[in-house]
């Protein structure tokens, strides 16, 4: 993954049960292309053990014994030097309250004092703990001095209780790492609205007039403005996909109720990514109780839904905003030419068209075919690849496109 590329990730593992989460952790992270150094508590050791992060990273595991080593007490400036993000994931009561003290009594403790990266907590550790004042202050205490937190999760517990506590599962905790690497990113501060899927018009209380939009387009979407660093708002009508973790993301389901959410989120957007495939006509009367066979083949009288992107349009005369506007447009037929004509008639900065009619590629595809147009007549034409690289160039794009980029 592009935005690990490069990263140099340190994972403190303190003494916790959950401490199996964090070696899958650290091999989720390896494998996006991170070097990952991890740092194991003597309490830590008692639960999983430094072979095990050795063989998911290809690297050493440090443990306290490595700070008075060969190289002495240098060892914990050279890992907080290289350290792009440390993450201490689990984190203790006895570790979060080390930290909030200054205190740097192991390894691990004294690497963060001395690392000048951001730092990510992930805590876990029994309710009643969590709960406790001491805890609670010193989580605000670390709050206030910038450090991130991840967590704890809602859920059982290894005392048997079921509470607040819990170590966050790891692809949760991968989306959190991902999201603190992120916030210096190209588009740190703006605001970027993004919807997807296919929007729902009702026939009946059973029954809706849909199209094949997967969303994952708009979901990667929503993945790389985050990964630029955005404050992201996903508008999405009903999909089967993990909101990326960041993402303030509203569920509507038919095309007016696309309309209220996108104009009221775009009136102070920087950039709105008009992803979403939504319906162009709807029942003018949906039934108000199921249709049923007996009652013979209904005739279904359509009418328009309203245009969202002409509202836009109108309303950007008057506010300004979205101050960039990307739409797309799937055709079956004359793709440049129909692309064309919606960029200028609905005023747009950018237009992502792709061909419906492709068997390798655009709905249900992990993959996308598409061809990126300007308002000064630019056009590229992209290779077949993947949603999500699709989605980095689109957003490139469109930040180049933003008033001073």
């Known amino acids: 993954m592009k935005i690990f590329e490069g990263k140099h990730i340190l994972l403190g593992v303190t003494g916790s049960i959950a401490g199996y989460k964090a070696a899958d952790l650290a091999s989720k992270l390896a494998q996006s292309g991170a070097v990952v150094d991890v740092i194991l508590t003597q309490s830590a050791q008692e639960f999983v053990t430094p072979l095990t992060f050795q063989s998911v990273t290809g690297r050493q595991a440090y443990t306290d014994k490595d700070l008075w080593g060969t190289r002495g007490h240098?060892?914990?400036?050279?890992?907080?030097?290289?350290?792009?993000?440390?993450?201490?994931?689990?984190a203790t009561a006895n570790t979060i309250a080390r930290l909030a003290g200054g205190i740097a009594d192991n390894l691990l403790c004294v690497t963060a004092l001395a690392a000048a990266c951001p730092l990510l907590i992930a805590p876990a550790m029994d309710g009643g703990m969590y709960r406790h004042p001491a805890t609670q202050a010193n989580v605000e205490r670390l709050r206030s001095q910038?450090?991130?937190?991840?967590?704890?999760?809602?859920?059982?517990?290894?005392?048997?209780?079921?509470?607040?506590?819990?170590?966050?599962?790891?692809?949760?905790?991968?989306?959190?790492?991902?999201?603190?690497?992120?916030?210096?990113?190209r588009l740190a501060g703006r605001k970027i609205v993004v919807t997807a899927g296919g929007t729902q018009e009702p026939i009946d209380p059973v029954r809706v007039i849909s199209n094949r939009s997967s969303g994952k387009q708009g979901f990667a979407l929503a993945q790389a403005a985050l990964d630029m660093g955005a404050r992201v708002t996903l508008i999405t009508a009903p999909v089967c996909l993990e909101t990326p973790i960041g993402a303030d993301r509203i569920d509507i389901q038919t095309a007016a109720e696309m309309k209220a959410a996108v104009l009221s989120a775009a009136k102070d957007a920087d950039i709105l990514v008009m992803a979403a495939a939504v319906a162009d006509f709807r029942p003018a009367a949906p039934a108000d109780d199921k249709l049923k066979k007996e009652q013979g083949?209904?005739?279904?009288?359509?009418?328009?839904?309203d245009d969202i992107l002409a509202a836009l349009a109108e309303a950007?005369?008057?506010?300004?905003?979205?101050?960039?506007?990307?739409?797309?447009?799937?055709?079956?037929?004359?793709?440049?030419?129909?692309?064309?004509?919606?960029?200028?008639?609905?005023?747009?900065?950018?237009?992502?068209?792709?061909?419906?009619?492709a068997k390798d590629a655009g709905f249900g595809s992990t993959e996308n075919r598409v061809t990126l147009l300007g308002p000064d007549?630019?056009?590229?034409?992209l290779p077949l690849m993947s949603k999500t690289s699709v989605a980095e160039i689109v957003l490139e794009q469109a930040a180049d496109r933003l008033p001073g980029a």
């Open 74 to 90: 240098v060892v914990h400036i050279d890992l907080g030097r290289q350290a792009d993000l440390l993450v201490i994931a689990p």
């Open 146 to 185: 910038g450090v991130l937190f991840a967590g704890p999760a809602s859920g059982h517990l290894a005392s048997g209780q079921t509470g607040e506590g819990r170590l966050l599962e790891p692809a949760e905790l991968f989306g959190h790492v991902r999201l603190a690497l992120a916030r210096s990113g």
């Open 297 to 305: 083949i209904p005739t279904l009288v359509l009418e328009k839904t």
């Open 316 to 357: 950007k005369t008057t506010s300004g905003y979205p101050l960039v506007t990307v739409g797309f447009a799937a055709e079956s037929s004359r793709l440049t030419e129909n692309a064309a004509r919606k960029l200028r008639t609905k005023r747009l900065d950018l237009i992502v068209a792709n061909d419906i009619s």
């Open 377 to 381: 007549g630019a056009q590229q034409d």
